[in-house]
Structure formats: structure tokens, C-alpha cells
T-cell receptor, first 116, second 116 residues
Framework: AQSVTQLGSHVSVSEGALVLLRCNYS??????LFWYVQYPNQGLQLLLK??????LVKGINGFEAEFKKSETSFHLTKPSAHMSDAAEYFC??????????????FGPGTSLSVIP | KAGVTQTPRYLIKTRGQQVTLSCSPI?????VSWYQQTPGQGLQFLFE???????NKGNFPGRFSGRQFSNSRSEMNVSTLELGDSALYLC???????????????FGSGTRLTVV
């Protein structure tokens, strides 16, 4: 069974500083991995996904993530934080459809604050 | 292209009542999944529907049920409401069939259910 952990329920960065949100997964087979962002009173929006092409994945709003199999990690980064990046971020994992019962499992989320 | 539409946005119900939430997926998307989001438990998978059939179910009591119509619209129902059912209920649609999880989800804005 897949699972996801996100280190740090809350992260604060200064505007213009590097954003690093951590995600580690547990899966018996190479998974698909996703990052979603949720703004207040809204649903989740897909930022990027890893589906076994390039290990460095670029997403929307300047975010990227790198899949590291040896570390079972899929950390999310952005070189320079903007005030509009303040939101809740969720890492998610799913199987690769080896059964018809794979579902997407979400991590607990990391709340990102950006300090002016 | 219209997004995922969930109605109503907000709902207040009394303990013991029942409630029905509606979700209209993106046109052409045949897979609809439901999640419950609470501060304490995060995003919990409820169920997934594809072509009017429930293909996957999470660990929720039988009071939680759902269905999908031929036009892919989905409803979920919660009977005998409890205070603990207060949550944001999110619907997510995907163009893929269950087992093909690499597409990612498009989420609606959710229905905020408050049980008093």
C-alpha cells in the first residue's frame, strides 16, 4: 500500500527566498507522484506530476520537483517565493494501475507562509 | 471549458438529518472521486465512480454513499449526520478510467458541510 509523508506541517519563508517542501513516499512499486496546491476556500489544483519520464518535473507558477528513487522523495522547490505562493501544499501518490483499484493517497499537507 | 462544479457551496444541517451533495465533472471526464477534508484527518478518500459503477471505496461507514449518472454527474449522500461529519467535501474528476492514475485530478471548490 502506498503512503505519503510531508515533513513540516508549516513552513515560513521570506519573499524572494527558496521554497522547499518535503515529500517522502512509500510504495512497493514505482509510483506516480503529484503535488497539489490549495488556496483558502478552494479545491486543490494540480501543480505538477511525475509519471516516469524525466525525474525533474516542471510545473506551473515556477515550481518544480525531483523524483529520487534512492531517497523515495519528491520534494517541491521554487527558487524565489512570491506572496501569492502562500497556500496549503499536498503531495500525493498513486499506483501505476497494476490493479484496477489504485487510488490517489494524499499527504497531510504543508502550509506555506511567505513573509514580506 | 467549464471546471468541476460542486453544489451547494455551503450547507448547515442538524444531527440526524441526511444530506446530498452534487458534483458535475469536466465535460468528457468519466471518473469522479470524492474526498473528505478535515483539519484533523486531512484528505480522506471516500469513493470513486466510473461509468456509473463504484470502482473503489475508502474506509467510511455505510452512512456514506454515492452514485453516478449516465452523464457522469455524481452525488454523494450522508445519512444520519453526526457532528464529526462536518468537513469540506471535495469532488475530483479525471479523464482516465480507474487504474490509469497518471492524469491527475481536477478538483471542484468543494461543499462545506457543517453539522450542528
Amino acid at each position: 500500500a502506498q503512503s505519503v509523508t510531508q515533513l513540516g506541517s508549516h513552513v515560513s519563508v521570506s519573499e524572494g527566498a527558496l521554497v522547499l517542501l518535503r515529500c517522502n513516499y512509500s510504495s512497493s512499486v514505482p509510483p506516480y507522484l503529484f503535488w497539489y496546491v490549495q488556496y483558502p476556500n478552494q479545491g486543490l489544483q494540480l501543480l505538477l506530476k511525475y509519471t516516469s519520464a524525466a525525474t525533474l518535473v516542471k510545473g506551473i507558477n515556477g515550481f518544480e520537483a525531483e523524483f529520487k528513487k534512492s531517497e523515495t522523495s519528491f520534494h517541491l522547490t521554487k527558487p524565489s517565493a512570491h506572496m501569492s505562493d502562500a497556500a496549503e501544499y499536498f503531495c500525493a501518490v498513486s499506483g501505476r494501475g497494476r490493479t484496477s483499484y489504485d487510488k490517489v493517497i494524499f499527504g497531510p499537507g504543508t502550509s506555506l507562509s511567505v513573509i514580506p | 471549458k467549464a471546471g468541476v462544479t460542486q453544489t451547494p457551496r455551503y450547507l448547515i444541517k442538524t444531527r440526524g438529518q441526511q444530506v446530498t451533495l452534487s458534483c458535475s465533472p469536466i465535460s468528457g471526464h468519466r471518473s469522479v472521486s470524492w474526498y473528505q477534508q478535515t483539519p484533523g484527518q486531512g484528505l480522506q478518500f471516500l469513493f470513486e465512480y466510473f461509468s456509473e459503477t463504484q470502482r473503489n471505496k475508502g474506509n467510511f461507514p455505510g452512512r456514506f454513499s454515492g452514485r453516478q449518472f449516465s452523464n457522469s454527474r455524481s452525488e454523494m449522500n450522508v445519512s444520519t449526520l453526526e457532528l464529526g461529519d462536518s468537513a469540506l467535501y471535495l469532488c475530483a474528476s479525471s479523464p482516465a478510467s480507474p487504474g490509469l492514475t497518471n492524469y491527475g485530478y481536477t478538483f471542484g471548490s468543494g461543499t462545506r458541510l457543517t453539522v450542528v
